[in-house]
Structures are given as structure tokens and as C-alpha cells.
């Protein structure tokens, strides 16, 4: 396992769902502090800055990732739950989870009434959040108290990272949006002691599923002159989707997103982004999300505006407890960055808006 895999692993196997990152601040920050100077908003986003002269660059990846958090606890010892992002209901049933307690980690599977016991057009219908629980193994509400679980408490899937038998492959929890906190990561450690013609600003966001806040309150911090989201996107090469609708495969390229239902980017920062792709030879994928944003709502609204692009790897089963991504839109998504970001001196910065 090298040294980007094992970044990856670290990151996603991480817990920290919106309004709980703790544990992956600490992670991101123990990778960050040798490059830079860490700096903490107080909603909880990281701000790593690499000083030099010209524009600030800032680089944004929010850490948090979907969850839950229990919201009811029955007097049978079952766990109701609120979900903290966005879930599909058909992904839920069966799989195990970790809830936070102030006693530590206590398991537990989300589970629903038997199939078994359900009448025929029961058994048809999808079963929905509402009507699903958390089972810890107990049997009473004092059961669950005993353990340590609290409402309020924030529960987090349980999945491992694992290299698939593809070994550029890679399963695990979390890439939304952990890859971009990587590759953030990778391009500050890439320019850590070398010149640059700008400020660099490594920027880790808190709740961006539910409400890009931390962005919000970051770009604040940082009041960047360009900014470039790192986000994981959404993989079309899966049965039922059709190239119209998405034609993003895994393994042909880091993505470049033209649209989102709260951002249009910077034509010429999207432009840059292109043109220094063809020269590396690194190959790029378009996207347009119509059902979601990114960090780059907020960021590009900041001040009289902010010249903003995101830059993606693909991922299947998004907002699952397992996603896969290819390691090679990682790495050349890195690589495209960091010529990118080489480029982004005051002239062309201020081109941007011209």
C-alpha cells in the first residue's frame, strides 16, 4: 500500500458525519500541520495556508460525510434515527453502523419489520427512514442507556476500505467527499517548500451535506481571489443510465463540472482547466449535476464574487455505504491541480473576471 492509498484508507475509515467531525479533523489535521499553518474557523473547517505572493488560491473539500444521528429511543431499546445528508432509503436496510457515544463505539444494524411477517402489499412497497430502526442488541431503553447511547448521538456507517480485485479499484464509506479532502492534501504537500506565485489555502470543510455551512463560514476566513472545489461526482457506467444522462465512467478521467443546481462555474477558469489537461495529457470527463450542489454555492457567492470551478472523481453508489472510485482519475486529477494551480498567478487570476 503506498502512501496515497494508505491516505485514502485513513480518511474514509475516518468517522465524522455533519456536525461530528472530530475524529476526521484530527485526521486531516495531523496531515496537514507539517505543510502548512492549520488554522480552525469556529464552526470546525481546516484552513491549511501555504504563504507566497500574488492571489489566493483557495482549495476546498468538506469532510463530512452522511449519516445519522438518534433522534428516539424506544422503550423496547430500538433507535430511531434522522438522517444527516442526503439517503436513499433502498440503501439502508441491513447494514451496520456505528453509533458515537459518549462511552465509545457502540454497533448496531439498521433493521425494519421482517419481510416474513408482512401481507402482500406490504412486501411491494418500499419500506421508508421513517419506519426503520436502529438494533443495538438490547431489549429495554435502559438497555440502550447503558451502553452509552444518548439522543442526539451521531451514528456513522460501518465499512472498511478494501482494494478490489481490479487493484486501481478502490471500495470504501466515505469518498464523498474524503477524496477531495485527499486531494487537497496531495497538492500541498506537492508545492510544501517550493515557490509558488500565489497563497495556497487547503480548506476542509464541515456540513456541506447538509447546507455547504462550513464553506459558508471559511471562505470568510480565507476571502480566496479563485477557488476550485475538489468533490467526488457521480459515475454513469452502471446498468439503467443512459449516455445522456450520464456518460462518466470510472478510470477516464478526473471530471470537470459545468453545471450544478446552485453554481455555473468561471468560463475561463473551466477554460484553463481544459486547455492545461490537453497539454499534460491527462483526459477530463464533463458533468452536470441538476439534483445537487457543492461547496461552491456558497464560496463563489462570497463577497462581489469569487471565480469558481469544481473538479471531481468519479465514484459509483454515492451516498451508499460503499462507493468505488479508479486510482488513476485520483492521481490525474492531483496532477491536473497541481499544473493548475502553477498557473494562477496575479495576471491570469485577474483575467478571470476581465
Known amino acids: 500500500m503506498d502512501e496515497r492509498e494508505q491516505l485514502l484508507k485513513v480518511l474514509t475509515e475516518a468517522h465524522g458525519v455533519p456536525g461530528y467531525e472530530t475524529e476526521i479533523r484530527a485526521v486531516l489535521r ?92 406490504e412486501r411491494n412497497k418500499i419500506v421508508v427512514k421513517k419506519d426503520m430502526y436502529i438494533d443495538i442488541g438490547g431489549s429495554s431503553r435502559e438497555d440502550v442507556e447503558a451502553a452509552g447511547v444518548r439522543v442526539g448521538d451521531p451514528v456513522v ?10 487493484p486501481k479499484t478502490y471500495l470504501s464509506k466515505a469518498f464523498d467527499n474524503r477524496i477531495g479532502c485527499a486531494m487537497a492534501v496531495e497538492v500541498l504537500r506537492h508545492y510544501a517548500g517550493k515557490q509558488h506565485p500565489n497563497h495556497i489555502y487547503g480548506v476542509t470543510t464541515v456540513m456541506e451535506e447538509v447546507g ?14 479563485v477557488a476550485i472545489i475538489l468533490e467526488s461526482d457521480i459515475a454513469g457506467d452502471v446498468p439503467g443510465i443512459k449516455e445522456e444522462e450520464s456518460n462518466i465512467k470510472l478510470g477516464a478521467g478526473p471530471t470537470i463540472m459545468v453545471y450544478d443546481a446552485r453554481m455555473i462555474p468561471n468560463i475561463k477558469l473551466r477554460d484553463l482547466f481544459i486547455d492545461t489537461a490537453a497539454e499534460l495529457n491527462v483526459p477530463v470527463q464533463f458533468s452536470a449535476l441538476t439534483g445537487g450542489a457543492t461547496d461552491g454555492a456558497a464560496i463563489h457567492l462570497h463577497g462581489t464574487g469569487v471565480p469558481t ?33 502553477a498557473k494562477l498567478d496575479a495576471a491570469t ?6
Open 30 to 121: 495531523e496531515a496537514m500541520e507539517p505543510l502548512g499553518t492549520v488554522t480552525q474557523d469556529k464552526l470546525g473547517s481546516l484552513i491549511c495556508h501555504q504563504p507566497g505572493d500574488g492571489p489566493k488560491v483557495m482549495l476546498a473539500g468538506h469532510m463530512d460525510e452522511i449519516g445519522f444521528m438518534v433522534s428516539h429511543i424506544t422503550k423496547e431499546g430500538f433507535l430511531k434515527f434522522v438522517q444527516l445528508g442526503g439517503w436513499w432509503d433502498q440503501v439502508l436496510l441491513g447494514h451496520r453502523v456505528v453509533i458515537k457515544s459518549h462511552k465509545g463505539d457502540v454497533v448496531g444494524v439498521i433493521g425494519a419489520k421482517p419481510p416474513h411477517l408482512l401481507d402482500a402489499e
Open 157 to 166: 456507517p460501518q465499512s472498511d476500505f478494501v482494494v478490489l480485485a481490479n
Open 212 to 225: 455547504v455551512r462550513g464553506a459558508t463560514t471559511s471562505v470568510r476566513v480565507v476571502d480566496p481571489d
Open 309 to 341: 470551478v469544481v473538479i471531481g472523481v468519479a465514484a459509483r453508489h454515492i451516498h451508499s455505504h460503499g462507493a468505488i472510485i479508479h486510482r488513476d482519475d485520483f492521481d490525474n486529477a492531483v496532477k491536473l491541480l497541481t499544473a493548475v494551480v
Open 349 to 354: 487570476v485577474a483575467g478571470l473576471t476581465e
